[in-house]
């Protein structure tokens, strides 16, 4: 799997990895399965939720990467 960057669909990302979606969750992205979250990238999430993306980006790279929320 290749690393998950800022412009990764967060649509994708849940297709390949369903087991982030509760880090999706904590950040405050309650509507995952709405057409307008799925189509973003994970740069515009963490913008519009006020989140530092490289923090967010190794977090998410981390559980996929294992295959479980940590």
Do not use: R, W, Y
Request: proline share 6%.
């Amino acid at each position: 799997m290749a690393t998950i960057t800022k412009e990764t669909i967060i649509g994708d990302i849940l297709d390949i990895a369903p087991q982030t979606a509760p880090l999706f969750m904590a950040i405050g992205m309650h509507c995952l399965g709405c057409p307008a979250s799925c189509g973003e990238t994970v740069e515009e999430a963490c913008m519009v939720h006020g989140i530092d993306p490289d923090e967010f980006l190794e977090e998410l790279n981390k559980q996929v990467e294992t295959g479980s929320v940590q």
